[in-house]
């Protein structure tokens, strides 16, 4: 209650354009459908998730690291929990805390504070390389519910900013860089030795430069019925994606014809197999699609790393033709522009 009477007096702090959908009672979500259908989205979308739809969900311990577990979770999921990741939760806390005085702010301060090498952004996740949305003009039927700072991690050390909340929320970022790093090297390497792969090829295939932090809020959506997405249904481009959610819940991930919840686990991190890995493996580890629902009444926060193959490194795999991920980021960027979805590694099919 209390906390809902907070949210209720954040309104400035959303971005104008949720502040009106939500006080004007127009209904987005049925064109939202329109545009997924016609995106191939429609089986999916259609069906509803409750909390019992949540599935176990295979954990994969980072201290013990069972090879065949996360080999299993790769192939069968394409996602899996990380536990015993090495992340103090205390550093977790302050991140979240942090990011929610951050998102308090009004829509005009965020505009100004956060700036170049990050970016404020919403509406969309969909960005160029520089930070900025790909689709500013995005109309309301494919709007995403999120706004989110973009934190390009090898670039973090040139922000500099007065303000004594962006300062601070900079070095808990480069500290949670650093974690990240770790745990995403770990895993690609047990992954490369589950998968056989030649050291020396795989090694271009994680690049640490090119990962970057995504912290979103997803707003409440009160006034209007039926679905809304905070996120659409899509693959994430990444070799991995970890993703730190707050207790609030909403991500959910597709498998065996079925949306399922990925409830919220304190100290608990999420690892997503992306589309680079997916090619990597030559198709034994699974690109695994998601979204993310909002809630009605309470906004959610997430705090997202994405890493990538060096731009210029090759991918040879049976499946597809090799392509470099700057082919594919670019092909990306394109289909988003034009058509106004990601095909992804369907357009590099052998
Ligand atoms: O917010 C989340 O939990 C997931 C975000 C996500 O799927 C993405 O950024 O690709
Ligand atoms: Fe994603």
Known sequence: MIRNMLQMSN?????????QLNGEGVHPPQQMMAQLKKNNYSMEDTSTTTQED????????????????????CKNWGLFRLVNHGIPST??????????????????????????????FWGTPALTPSG???????STSTMNWLEGFNVPLTQLPHFHSEHPMLHCFRLLLEEYGR????????????????????????????DE????????????????????W????????SVLSIVNQDHVGGLEIFKDNKWHLVNPIPNTLVVHIGDMMQAISDDEYMSVKHRVRVKK?????????????????????????????KDFQEQVQKDTRTLGYKVGLQRFKA
């Open 209 to 228: 430069s090119t990962a970057f932090i995504r912290v979103y809020r997803y707003p409440p959506r009160r006034s209007l019925a039926g679905e809304a």
């Open 132 to 138: 900025t949305a790909l689709n500013p003009a995005a």
């Open 91 to 120: 550093l977790l806390t302050k991140l979240q805390y942090h990011a929610k005085m951050l998102f308090g702010l009004s829509f005009e301060s965020k505009q100004a504070l956060i700036t170049n090498p990050m970016s404020y």
């Open 230 to 237: 905070g996120m659409i249904p899509h693959t994430d481009s």
């Open 54 to 73: 949540s599935v176990p969900i295979p954990m994969v311990d980072l201290e013990c690291l069972s090879l065949h577990k996360l080999g299993d979770a």
């Open 179 to 206: 974690h990240l790093s770790r745990i995403a090297t770990t895993l690609f390497e047990s992954m490369a030795k589950n998968l056989d792969l030649d050291p020396k090829q795989s090694e271009s295939k994680l």
């Open 297 to 325: 009444q309470e906004e959610r926060l997430s705090i997202c790393y994405f890493v990538f193959p060096a731009e210029e490194s090759v991918i040879h795999s049976s499946k597809y033709k090799p392509f470099t991920y």
């Open 11 to 19: 309104v400035g702090s959303y971005p104008p354009v949720f502040r």
